[in-house]
């Protein structure tokens, strides 16, 4: 039999693995965002240690892991609760509401791991040591965290 084909059925490989339903797409899209999240959980671990990563041992990365978790979390809570509840019914307002909320939380609750380990490291030096180590305002930091945080997990 001859197959007409429309002129708009034939998708590329990067559409399917965006929209497509099928097992192997969805299975390739989901670790495709689980290694994004771990790339950029390492890349936050390796930046904000770059000197401690030799004193502590392995001890830096259980952070990493804890980023990792949050950002997961962050990432499926959007993705499963978020977006089907109030995205996608037209509510956008209370959708960026909560969105912003909740990767405000987490950026505080990363700023607390990364706090925590710099106190560890320094045999309970705190704050001051904390603080310090940020060549610009802590604020200003806060909020580009809190922008790129926004920006990777839509």
């Known amino acids: 039999m001859n197959e007409i084909k429309d002129v708009g059925q034939e998708h590329t490989f990067f559409y399917k693995l965006l929209l497509s339903a099928e097992t192997g797409y969805r299975i390739g899209r989901h670790s495709l965002f689980i290694l994004c999240l771990f790339a950029m959980s390492f890349n936050q671990t390796y930046m904000a240690f770059p000197e401690y990563r030799t004193e502590s041992g392995v001890k830096v990365y259980f952070f990493t892991f804890f980023i990792l978790i949050s950002y997961l979390i962050e990432g499926y809570f959007n993705i499963y609760v978020l977006i089907p509840r109030f995205f996608l019914k ?28 710099f106190s560890l490291f320094h045999a309970g030096a705190g704050a001051d040591i904390y603080f310090e180590n940020y060549g610009s305002p802590f604020w200003l930091e806060l909020m580009a965290s809190y922008f790129v945080d926004c920006i990777a997990i839509l």
């Open 90 to 117: 037209g509510r956008f307002v209370i959708y960026f509401a909560v969105f912003f909320t909740v990767t405000f939380i987490i950026v505080l609750f990363h700023y607390a791991l990364e706090y925590t380990a």
